[in-house]
């Protein structure tokens, strides 16, 4: 089985979050028919798990029993959205909250955690390909992937991203709040001891301040498209 999911391709693109990279994996993935995985969707829905039986965050043990115990499926809405199902419930709209962020992010601190996650992420390269956005695809989940890109933006214009998409969603937030939050966030994602936020050797940097979404998804085929090295 090993060998036959490392005939697949992959691409990965990371980066810190408000960066763009679950909305442009989204769109490349189905422009090349690709899968497409959003790994911290999965740490996401153990987090909300726990949260819904009560589990202390800083309990590791638990939490790897929940991650153990927690079944996360992904459906298409029909409208090209996908839906993210948490135990039999859905629980996309809880997702993509700030407190589901922090807790996505508190939980991926945890090794064992991280390993518990680690083969149920690498099952999804199927063929014909697949898309992986996260922190860590190009680095730990898929090293051997043919392309890698990571994508990253001004702590502003993450801030500015997030507060737009939450406004439409009506959700009352403000934007220095949410600069905060990104930027307590980095700090967690990029110093934490295990699989610390940073771009892969051999991944292309895209900056996506002031880019629009297609002139990014352009730049990502580009590479896709090119013999991997």
Partial sequence: MAAMDASVPVLTIDGPSGSGKGTISRIVAARLGWHYLDSGALYRAVGIAAGWSDIDLSDASALV???FDTHVEFRDDGAGE?????????????LRTETAGAAASAIAAIPEVRAALKERQRAFRQPPGLVADGRDMGTVIFPDAAHKVFLTASAEERAERRY???????VSVTIDGLLR???ARDARDASRAVAPLRPASDAVPIDTTGLPIEAVVARVLDIVSRPAA
């Fill in 181 to 183: 939050e990104i930027l």
């Fill in 65 to 67: 029993r929940c991650t």
């Fill in 164 to 170: 737009k998409q939450l406004k439409a969603k009506g």
């Fill in 82 to 94: 996908p839906r993210v199902i948490v135990n039999g419930t859905d629980a996309t709209d809880e």
